[in-house]
T-cell receptor, first 115, second 112 residues
Framework: DTGVSQDPRHKITKRGQNVTFRCDPISEHNRLYWYRQTLGQGPEFLTYFQNEAQLEKSRLLSDRFSAERPKGSFSTLEIQRTEQGDSAMYLC?????????????FGSGTQLSVL | KQEVTQIPAALSVPEGENLVLNCSFTDSAIYNLQWFRQDPGKGLTSLLLIQSSQREQTSGRLNASLDKSSGRSTLYIAASQPGDSATYLC???????????FGTGTSLTVIP
């Protein structure tokens, strides 16, 4: 068990460019979450997957954001035409639903800076 | 929608002091409640999870309690150490357990 991995750790991009982040959850975890966090705030829900199915998306998630989990394992989050307001820490988390102890495990996050 | 509030936003204590962090939520129909620690620029580390049917959980110097009827949870840290300095967040699991709602955290500084 290597924990939740996120790549890259940091991403600096120019406004208008597209970016893609990757998350590798803990191997036996069937549920995967994406959150966004800005300084001084708690994580804000973006979307989650149960296996490969995307079951819920935040209403705050604009059409520029898309997420996939094609084989129920790793997930990608893409932001198209980035804006300065997209600058934030993007966090991935996973858990094993139905387990006795459904703890949420987080990755170290991807810090996005849009210039 | 569940609203989660953490008070105080920041706390500074001398080393060795016992302290209590507070978390309140508006909807008592919760699935579980987790306390996390976050160091600057890092992800969240789970500290304690309390199931809806439980009243408290303990791990080492940490003790978390849950009172659903009053919409409150507390995290008690005994004999604080400088290494405990971090932001502590609580997350409330929705009734179905599919969603988690986070507070804005309490930033703790333990002064040597």
């Amino acid at each position: 068990d290597t924990g939740v991995s996120q790549d890259p750790r940091h991403k600096i991009t120019k406004r208008g460019q597209n970016v893609t982040f990757r998350c590798d959850p803990i191997s036996e975890h069937n549920r995967l979450y994406w959150y966004r966090q800005t300084l001084g705030q708690g994580p804000e829900f973006l979307t989650y997957f149960q296996n490969e199915a995307q079951l819920e998306k935040s209403r705050l998630l604009s059409d520029r954001f898309s997420a996939e989990r094609p084989k129920g394992s790793f997930s990608t989050l893409e932001i198209q035409r980035t804006e300065q307001g997209d600058s934030a820490m993007y966090l991935c988390a996973s858990l094993k639903s139905g387990a006795t102890n459904e703890k949420l495990f987080f990755g170290s996050g991807t810090q996005l800076s849009v210039l | 929608k569940q609203e989660v509030t953490q008070i105080p936003a920041a706390l500074s204590v001398p080393e060795g002091e016992n302290l209590v962090l507070n978390c309140s939520f508006t909807d008592s129909a919760i699935y579980n409640l987790q306390w996390f620690r976050q160091d600057p620029g890092k992800g969240l580390t789970s500290l304690l999870l309390i199931q809806s049917s439980q009243r408290e959980q303990t791990s080492g110097r940490l003790n978390a309690s849950l009172d659903k009827s009053s919409g409150r949870s507390t995290l008690y840290i005994a004999a604080s150490q400088p290494g405990d300095s971090a932001t502590y967040l609580c997350a409330v699991g929705s009734g179905t357990g599919n969603q988690f709602y986070f507070g804005t955290g309490t930033s703790l500084t333990v002064i040597p």
